[in-house]
């Protein structure tokens, strides 16, 4: 077991400040993470697989120590891939811990020993997610700090067409 590798998985449909945040607060305190993006999610994914990773590196750019990687099918048999068993995840309101227990309640189950530790989101970024700014920016509502630069611009481009 690599208890060095911890990583913070999602679907990052797109990436939110919000990510941007926990991700830095969460290499500054482990030195290193690994994201780790969820290419076969059920919800009906905006951005491929290729542009969210893409996105993912460009607003991660000047940040050390972390590195983006894909995965398809179970969390749990990603971990077991490569010897972690330390995940990562930000939570923002009741809601948000409860489905993080469940899913660590069956991570657990598949990977015995693996340990899900939560970061309380950014108080700024409380109510940001990437479902409500895809609904935003569909209606042409352009909020400030919510987003990357690049994802912001990328958005803005998909809605246009
Ligand atoms: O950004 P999200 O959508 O909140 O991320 C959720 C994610 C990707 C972390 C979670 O859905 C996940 O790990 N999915 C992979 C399938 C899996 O292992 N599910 C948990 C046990 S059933």
Do not use: C
């Amino acid at each position: 077991m690599n208890d060095k590798l911890v990583v913070f998985p999602g679907s990052f449909d797109p990436v939110t400040q919000g990510h941007v945040d926990l991700i830095k607060r969460g290499a500054a305190l482990f030195g290193s993470l690994t994201v780790a993006v969820l290419v076969n999610n059920q919800k009906n994914a905006l951005f491929t697989p290729a542009e969210r990773v893409e996105l993912l590196r460009k607003a991660l750019a000047d940040v050390s120590g972390v590195t983006v990687e894909q995965f398809d099918g179970l969390l749990a048999d990603f971990l077991k891939a490569r010897g972690a068993r330390v995940v990562l995840r930000g939570v923002r309101a009741a809601a948000d811990l409860e489905a993080e227990n469940r899913n660590h309640w069956y991570n657990s189950r598949l990977l015995p020993g693996l340990e899900t530790v939560y970061l309380p989101a950014g108080e700024e970024y409380a109510y940001v997610s990437s479902s409500s700014v895809k609904e935003l920016y569909a209606h042409g509502g352009h909020l400030p700090g919510l987003l990357p630069e690049p994802v912001a611009e990328k958005l803005k481009e998909k809605f246009s067409k």
